[in-house]
């Protein structure tokens, strides 16, 4: 099993700047890609970015420029530094631990952190 704990949402103005972060422990061994999805009221959820052990990285075009993931293996904890945030951007943002091919079974999912940007 794997846990993950989000932190970092909160509420900030336009302009301004966030970083979410996601720590993975129990077997995190099992672990390659992690991400961030969002989920914007009355929108279906989506992909944010995400990143694999090997740091490719994938980003929605929305938040390409403005959003950057990054990771640090060792301590097996994901971040989001997101500026140049927008309104749009207000969602409750989720972590993601996809599982290597080898150990399968459902992904983890963290609990969720709201983002609400202002105008």
């Known amino acids: 099993q794997v846990q993950l704990v989000e932190s970092g949402g909160g509420l900030v103005q336009a302009g301004g700047s966030l970083t979410l972060s996601c720590a993975a422990s129990?077997?995190?061994?099992?672990?390659?890609?992690m991400g961030w999805y969002r989920r914007a009221p009355g929108k279906q959820r989506e992909l944010v970015a995400t990143?694999?052990?090997?740091?490719?990285?994938k980003y929605l075009d929305a938040v390409q420029g403005r959003f950057t993931i990054s990771r640090e293996n060792a301590q097996n904890t994901v971040y989001l530094q997101m500026n140049s945030l927008k309104p749009e951007d207000t969602a409750v943002y989720y972590c993601?631990?996809?599982?290597?091919?080898?150990?399968?079974?459902?992904?983890?999912w963290g609990q969720g952190t709201q983002v609400t940007v202002s105008s």
């Open positions: 993601k631990a996809e599982r290597y091919a080898n150990y399968p079974g459902p992904d983890y």
């Open positions: 129990g077997s995190a061994f099992q672990i390659n890609a």
């Open positions: 990143i694999t052990r090997g740091r490719r990285t």
